[in-house]
């Protein structure tokens, strides 16, 4: 299985801030990487597909990037509905998940 | 618009089985494959199974080969997950989740797909 590794586990930043999350990958996934976004007690939402590109609907303060082993989410000024936990996933092979990155309010 | 929803979770005593049902709307479900995936209490995602557009094609994740099956009736527009042989480790919310991309071939290499929607997920909680 590929194995993701989200860093950091946490991020404390205030309203308006630039996040930057990063996904790296124990081998290479290519561009196929996904990012998604949970708030509590809800289902994750698809936030990016394949490495960049912006799902239906996703605000453009959300972007993605990276190739082969490291990617990044960066949210471009945080808005407050913004602090929730981020997940990726890879589809090079059967899915799997990284750990996650929890956004809180610093 | 999309929508999915789950059903048919609960308390089970562990060696026992319980199905899962999600009910889908909003798009063509027989052109999508569609797929499991749950989370434990406080833990990350975990994806379980895949089944193709048509029902042709199923995996599994190691963790439930042999003793979960997903299944699909398309003319209830529904998603299936039989459970068997239940564990406490399997306690957990279950998530229906489509796919991305419409008409997606799967085959053996597991080269998969991105989720664009989920259900709200149902809760198995497996204890004695």
């Known amino acids: 299985d590929i194995v993701l590794t989200q860093s950091p586990a946490t991020l404390s930043l205030s309203p308006g801030e630039r996040a930057t999350l990063s996904c790296r990958a124990s081998q290479s996934v290519s561009s196929y990487l996904a990012w998604y976004q949970q708030k509590p007690g809800q289902a994750p939402r698809l936030l990016i597909y394949?490495?960049?590109n912006t799902a239906a609907g996703i605000p453009a303060r959300f972007s993605g990037s990276g190739s082969g082993t490291d990617f990044t989410l960066t949210i471009s000024s945080l808005e407050p509905e913004d602090f929730a936990v981020y997940y990726c996933?890879?589809?090079?092979?059967?899915?799997?998940f990284g750990g996650g990155t929890k956004v809180e309010i610093k | 618009q999309v929508q999915l929803v789950e059903s048919g979770g609960g308390v089970v005593q562990p060696g026992r089985s319980l199905r899962l049902s999600c009910a889908a709307s909003g798009f063509t479900f027989s052109a999508f494959g569609m797929h499991w995936v749950r989370q434990a209490p406080g833990k990350g995602l975990e994806w379980l199974a895949v089944i193709s557009y048509d029902a042709n094609n199923k995996y599994y994740a190691d963790s439930v080969k042999g003793r979960f099956t997903i299944s699909r009736d398309k003319s209830k527009n529904t998603l299936y997950l039989q459970m068997n042989s239940l564990r406490a480790e399997d306690t957990a919310v279950y998530y229906c989740?489509?796919?991305?991309?419409?008409?997606?071939?799967?085959?053996?290499?597991?080269?998969?797909?991105?989720?664009?929607?989920w259900g709200q997920g149902t809760l198995v909680t497996v204890s004695s």
């Open positions: 996933q890879q589809r090079n092979t059967w899915p799997t």
């Open positions: 394949d490495a960049s």
């Open positions: 989740a489509k796919d991305g991309v419409r008409l997606y071939y799967y085959d053996s290499s597991g080269f998969s797909n991105f989720f664009d929607s």
